[in-house]
C-alpha cells in the first residue's frame, strides 16, 4: 500500500510537470516566435460635422521591433467625409507631402535619420476638415510604414501599422455640440439665446436644467434627453441655442 501510494504520488507530480511543459509550448507557439509589427495611435478622437477650418490629429507611430528601421509614413483619411488640409508636422529632418486623402512623411536624408526599430515617435501631425452629414459619422484612420523612402509602386516594402491599442485610430465627428448646461426656475424656448449661466441650486427645491448647444448637422435637430451629455469638446461658429428638460429635486452635497 505504501508502495502504490508512492507511485501514485510520482504520477501526480510528473501530470503536473507534464501540463505545465504543454502550457509553455501552447504560448510560445501561439505566438509563432514573430517579433511585434507596427502600431500607431491618434489624439483626440472626436471633432465636429461641418468643420471647415479642420482639426489637428497627432499621431503616435511604433516603430517594428526588428529591421532596418522606418523611413517612410502614410496617413490615409477614414472616408470621404474627412479632407486632408495640411501636414503640420513631422520628424525632425523628413518631409511631409500633402494630398485631400493622405499626409505622406519621408526620411530624404541619410539612413540614420530613420526611426530606429522598437521606438515611437508622436511627430506626426495631421490636420483634417468634416463635411456635413444627418448623424454622426465615425471611421478610422489607415497608418502604413516602410522602410527608408519605399519606392512608388512597390508593396513590397509597406506595412499596415495595427491600431494599438484597439479603436487608436478611430474617429468620431459628431452632430451635436453641447456648450453649457445652465440652472434655471423656467424652461428657456428652444432656439433661444442661451440664458446667464448658473451652476447652483437649492436642496430640496424642483429646477430645470437648460442645454446650451449648437447644430452641426445640415437638418433640424432635436436632441433626445437619454443620449445627451455636456462632455462633448467645444468649438464652433454659429451662436448657440438652447433645449430645456426639466430635472428633479436638486440634491445637496
Known sequence: MRRGHKHGRWLASWLAV???TLSLVVLVGGARGDPPGPSAGLSP???F????????????????????????????????????????????GWTAQRDPAWCRYENPGATSGALP??????????????????????????????????PDDNDDNLTPATAAPPGALDVTAFSFQVL???????????????????RTATAGAGKVLVVCGRNRTSQTLVPAPGFSSPSA????????????????????P
Open 233 to 252: 469638446p467645444a468649438r464652433s461658429r454659429r451662436a448657440p441655442r438652447t433645449w430645456s428638460w426639466a430635472a428633479g429635486a436638486a440634491r445637496g
Open 117 to 150: 526599430p522598437a521606438t515611437s515617435s508622436s511627430d506626426f501631425q495631421l490636420t483634417a476638415a468634416s463635411g456635413v452629414a444627418t448623424t454622426d459619422q465615425s471611421g478610422t484612420f489607415q497608418v502604413t510604414v516602410g522602410e527608408q523612402t519605399a
Open 180 to 198: 453649457d448646461v445652465v440652472v434655471s426656475s423656467v424652461p428657456a424656448a428652444p432656439g433661444a439665446p442661451c440664458p446667464p449661466a448658473s
Open 45 to 47: 478622437h472626436a471633432q
Open 18 to 20: 507534464g501540463t505545465l
Open 49 to 92: 460635422l461641418g468643420d471647415a477650418a479642420g482639426g489637428v490629429f497627432t499621431f503616435t507611430v511604433t516603430t517594428p521591433a526588428t529591421g532596418p528601421g522606418v523611413g517612410f509614413v502614410e496617413i490615409d483619411r477614414p472616408s470621404t467625409l474627412w479632407t486632408v488640409v495640411d501636414c503640420p508636422r513631422a520628424p525632425a
